[in-house]
């Protein structure tokens, strides 16, 4: 059954009497030069574990099975299980989770299936639950090498974003904190069944062996991250001692910033991620 088919897809689809459900965030990828683009992209070798969040019909799981030794997908819509245990039916590497992904002990899950080995993850999920997951991922220490998201345009360019340009914010420094992130690739509406409204980009993210800056207290970091980008106007030092999750007074932000050869002045969004782990040093 080729998934990548439209009229092979609807008449499946049909053929369970399933519904699409907006608020599950099911537009189903159908492009297959895409679909191959993601699967190679997550699963990039053939010991590769794979955990799918979100598979759907199975059309990106099929391409997922192919490349890796073994795919665990959790899904939460009831109605796409009997789909799933057809279409994945010849894979022998495959295991379906019903489940809720946000009510998920993945540590547990992702240990009985892969035991100890370290995994990817692959996602095309509602862009509401996309960024929760992706911060969830990196912040539990799991044992994740690489994540490979379906994510809206906007927010592909808002992780591979650098200081000084509008799309810099408080998701590229944590992104570029933990990982390095890589654009693969823009999928339109029409790549969709059926069609959202935005278009979509794929977005690989490395993670690193360690943070890409050293900081001596991590939760300060974000803390000061947060608090910068959370009122952009604003001059960092006015943004961090005004901020409800810091009790850091004026004086000391002013003495640091210029510590740092920096104005005081200066807005938050010129601060490249070293040098918010810099500051974030100079006030712990
Ligand atoms: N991966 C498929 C594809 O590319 O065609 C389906 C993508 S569709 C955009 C999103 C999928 O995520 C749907 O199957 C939806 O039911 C599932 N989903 C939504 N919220 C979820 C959650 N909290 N946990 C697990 N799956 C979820």
Known sequence: ?????????????????????????????????????????????????????GPGAGTLTQQLAKNAEKVLA?????ALIPILQETMADAD???????????????SLTQSVFGSSPFCVAANLPYYITTPIIMHLLESHLPVTAMTFMVQKEVAARMCAR?????????SVAVQYYTQPHPVCTAEPHCFMPQPKVASA??????LPTPS???SDEKLFFKIVRS???QRRKTLCNALSKSPYLSIEKSRIETALLQMN?????????LSPAQFAQLSDLLS
Do not use: W
């Open 1 to 53: 059954m080729n998934l990548s088919h439209p009229s092979e897809l609807k008449e499946l689809l049909a053929r369970h009497g399933f519904a699409f459900s907006k608020s599950l965030g099911q537009n189903f990828l159908i492009d297959e030069k895409i679909l191959k683009q993601i699967a190679a992209a997550a699963a990039d070798n053939k010991n590769a574990c794979v955990l799918e969040i």
């Open 74 to 78: 959790v899904e939460i819509d009831s």
């Open 93 to 107: 590497n495959f295991t379906l989770v019903h489940a809720d992904i946000m009510k998920t002990d993945i540590q």
């Open 163 to 171: 200081e000084g340009t509008p799309d810099y914010g408080a998701l």
């Open 202 to 207: 794929v977005i690989h993210l490395k993670v």
């Open 213 to 215: 800056v050293q900081v």
């Open 228 to 230: 910068a980008f959370g």
């Open 262 to 270: 920096l104005d005081p002045s200066v807005r938050g969004e010129r």
